[in-house]
């Protein structure tokens, strides 16, 4: 990599928002440097909106990952862009297959009456496809 991208992660409360803790997780196993921003829900307004997140996210919702200033929202396109940027890392199967199941996963759960059941079902094609290999 010629120059690596300044990255900011910008997140909600660790104990409450696992949508932020997904890139969170994975950059900080990878050891990819990052600033992070933390942010709050905002309690006086009902918990629900997150205090201060306009200026990094065009959806006002956490996590937002600023790549030198440009911003990527949504926790998965997130760590799709992390692979991208650091593909020596390996976030991300080699086998087609195995991405093809991760593809099901990443679409399900963005559904909001999904979540639970559409991650144990990616989870069992998952595993289905990995005791193929
Ligand atoms: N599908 C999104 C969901 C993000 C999301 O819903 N974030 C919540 C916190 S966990 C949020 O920012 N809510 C604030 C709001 O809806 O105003 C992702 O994967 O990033």
């Known amino acids: 990599m010629a120059k690596p991208p300044v990255l900011k992660l910008v997140v909600g ?3 409450y928002s696992s949508w932020s ?3 969170w997780v994975l950059a900080r196993q990878s050891a990819i440097p ?6 709050k829900f ?3 307004g009902g918990g629900l909106r997150v205090a201060g997140v306009e200026p990094y996210s065009p959806t006002r919702k956490v996590p937002a990952l600023l790549v030198d ?3 990527v929202w949504d926790s998965l396109a997130i760590c799709e862009t ?10 991300w199967p080699a086998a087609a297959d195995a991405r093809r199941v991760d593809a099901l996963g990443q679409e399900l759960p963005g559904k909001p009456d999904h979540g639970i059941e559409a991650q ?6 998952r ?4 005791s193929r290999a």
């Not at 990052?34 to 942010?39: A, D, G, I, P």
């Not at 992390?82 to 976030?91: D, F, R, S, T």
């Not at 595993?127 to 990995?130: A, L, V």
């Open 69 to 71: 200033g440009e911003a």
């Open 42 to 44: 905002d309690e006086a």
């Open 82 to 91: 992390l692979a991208e940027l650091y593909p020596e890392k390996q976030l």
């Open 34 to 39: 990052f600033e992070e921003v933390q942010l």
């Open 127 to 130: 595993h289905k496809t990995r």
């Open 21 to 23: 803790m997904r890139p």
């Open 120 to 125: 144990s079902e990616a989870g069992r094609l």
């Open 13 to 15: 409360n660790k104990n």
